[in-house]
């Protein structure tokens, strides 16, 4: 069994949360029942993933009957089945489906990736791939692998999606100087989450973020696009738009400075107090670019096609 890092003691399950465990176990088994997991086994699995959670709850210390009512059950079954090396619980994982667009998890992370490395067939291939290979093998000596890393507490499929999302992301600021991503959902080794990053202030920012891309004009979203998505460079963004570098460079830090003083003012409207307040929005600006329908390849495409240009090399 995988370890885990030792984040809190775990308490003893009194008799009443026994039985409710012993409850749990047999429905899990008659949810999934071809995969086959003894009750000490399930039990053990569910104690190693109350601690990954007990630091991460909201009301603390943790207690047993709060953990086991936002347990997602049937999806930490099949989490667990893997990790245990059944081949039923790979079928049920490959099978599984994310809530969004129902679509099926191989897909989903396969969509992914080509937002990740657009016109890079080889690249979103590997990026599948190594990260199924890392679902029960650590990337490196000393971490988890990414399925060790679930907590229950959230569906397993949009949770690996994010997952990926994440540590694609993560790989590809290396190369650019991205600012870091949003750790919360990382289940792999990256910065310290901070604590400013609540999910109420992630729904402030996403709501602030979203009426600040509508406030750009379509050659500001295109820059956006173009710097971001496609990870121009300077000089071969500014040939796209026919201007001089230090007046594409002029235009990128306004961009900058806009979402900065729009977006940051909205969260200290709503009560911010962290310290870091540019660090958090640029943090969490990466994920949200990458999302927003405004900035997809397709809509890209049409306003380079509005100027008569296209991507190079496309």
């Known amino acids: 069994m995988p370890a885990v890092p030792a984040a809190t003691d775990t308490p003893a399950l009194s008799p009443s949360d026994s039985a409710r465990v012993a409850g749990l176990y047999h429905f899990a088994r008659l949810q999934?029942?071809?995969v086959r997991l003894p009750e000490a086994n399930f039990r053990a699995h569910l104690a190693r993933t109350f601690r990954i959670f007990a630091p991460k709850a909201p009301h603390q210390p943790l207690t047993w009957p709060a953990y086991l009512e936002g347990l997602y059950a049937v999806d930490?079954?099949?989490?667990?089945?893997?990790?245990?090396?059944?081949?039923?619980a790979w079928e049920a994982l490959f099978a599984a489906r994310t809530g969004r667009s129902d679509c099926l998890l191989v897909d989903a992370l396969r969509a992914r990736a080509v937002r990740l490395y657009p016109r890079n067939d080889e690249q979103q291939d590997t990026a599948v791939t190594e990260f199924w290979s890392n679902l029960i093998a650590p990337e490196s000596e000393g971490s988890l692998p990414v399925l060790a890393r679930y907590d229950g507490q959230r569906p397993l499929?949009?949770?690996?999606i994010r997952v990926f999302?994440?540590?694609?992301?993560?790989?590809?600021?290396?190369?650019?100087?991205?600012?870091?991503?949003?750790?919360?959902?990382?289940?792999?080794p990256m910065d310290?989450?901070?604590?400013?990053a609540s999910a109420r202030w992630h729904d402030t920012f996403v709501s602030a973020a979203r009426e600040w891309l509508g406030?750009?004009?379509?050659?500001?979203?295109?820059?956006?696009?173009?710097?971001w998505r496609y990870r121009l460079s300077q000089r071969e963004a500014a040939k796209l738009f026919d201007l001089n570098e230090g007046t594409l460079t002029r235009r990128t830090d306004k961009l900058r400075d806009r979402s900065l003083e729009m977006i940051g003012a909205r969260l200290v409207a709503d009560g911010w107090t962290g310290e870091d307040l540019e660090g958090f929005v640029l943090t969490e600006l990466?994920?949200?670019l990458t999302d927003d329908p405004r900035l997809s390849a397709d809509a890209l495409a049409r306003l380079l096609a509005a100027k008569g240009k296209t991507l190079p090399n496309s």
């Open 165 to 188: 999302q994440n540590w694609h992301l993560s790989k590809l600021r290396q190369h650019s100087g991205v600012g870091a991503l949003p750790d919360d959902e990382i289940a792999l």
């Open 215 to 227: 406030s750009l004009d379509d050659d500001e979203r295109l820059l956006l696009g173009l710097r």
């Open 157 to 160: 499929a949009p949770w690996l």
């Open 192 to 196: 310290a989450p901070k604590a400013d």
């Open 286 to 288: 990466g994920a949200l």
């Open 76 to 88: 930490w079954l099949v989490c667990v089945g893997c990790i245990e090396n059944q081949q039923s």
């Open 32 to 34: 999934l029942p071809a």
